[in-house]
């Protein structure tokens, strides 16, 4: 099982360009997560899926876009981006809702850099 | 104030010692995690824990709910150990959210 992959591993962008990260789950988990990991502060959440076809925003959701078109897929998408968004990006899955009730999974990052 | 407050931020030690690292928390939760950072940048749950305390090898994970506090131990500390420990919590407040700290960075030199 390869886990969580996440592609790409590293990206630079310049400002107002888009892109799409795209996340993979093989372990058929329900709920999947992308997180923005900055220095000096945690993880914050930026929006999650607890199932297919669905997604939600978390805490930090402006700027992202996100689908949820397979169960084993997350896509997040930056329509236009901008040096706030420079970051290293983590997806994470869980069999049910991650952290209340099960471990998350995460992948190994992708960071992002925005000039 | 951050919900979530890790000690020591920084902490260097030598191979061998017994590591300890603090978690505080100011919110209710139905369960607290404790995460690994490699310098690759990875990120592995090590425990999840709601009460008592869990044991995995020379990782022991504590957690007092009444006093809102967990620690982290790392008995024979390796300078494989080092890494980035960050807990979270799963605050009974917040519908699908973990709340991190900020991570509790670990040299153990050999």
């Known amino acids: 099982n390869a886990g969580v992959t996440q592609t790409p591993k590293f990206r630079v962008l310049k400002t107002g360009q888009s892109m799409t990260l795209l996340c993979a789950q093989d372990?058929?988990?329900?709920?999947m997560y992308w997180y923005r990991q900055d220095p000096g502060m945690g993880l914050r959440l930026i929006h999650y899926s607890v199932g297919e076809g669905t997604t939600a925003k978390g805490e930090v959701p402006d700027g992202y876009n996100v689908s949820r078109l397979k169960k084993q897929n997350f896509l997040l998408g930056l329509e236009s981006a901008a040096p706030s968004q420079t970051s290293v990006y983590f997806c994470?899955?869980?069999?049910?809702?991650?952290?209340?009730?099960?471990?998350?999974?995460f992948g190994n990052g992708t960071r992002l850099t925005v000039t | 104030k951050n919900e979530v407050e890790q000690s020591p931020q920084n902490l260097t030690a030598q191979e061998g010692e017994f590591i300890t690292i603090n978690c505080s928390y100011s919110v209710g939760i139905s369960a607290l995690h404790w995460l690994q950072q490699h310098p690759g940048g990875g990120i592995v749950s090590l425990f999840m824990?709601?009460?008592g305390k869990k044991k995995h090898g020379r990782l022991i994970a504590t957690i007092n709910i009444q006093e809102k506090h967990s620690s982290l131990h790392i008995t024979a500390s390796h300078p494989r150990d080092s890494a980035v420990y960050i807990c979270?919590?799963?605050?009974?407040?917040?519908?699908?959210?973990?709340?991190f700290g900020q991570g509790t960075r670990l040299t153990i030199n050999p």
């Open positions: 824990l709601s009460s």
């Open positions: 994470a899955s869980s069999v049910s809702r991650g952290g209340l009730e099960s471990p998350l999974h």
């Open positions: 979270a919590v799963a605050s009974i407040q917040g519908a699908q959210k973990l709340v």
């Open positions: 372990m058929n988990h329900e709920y």
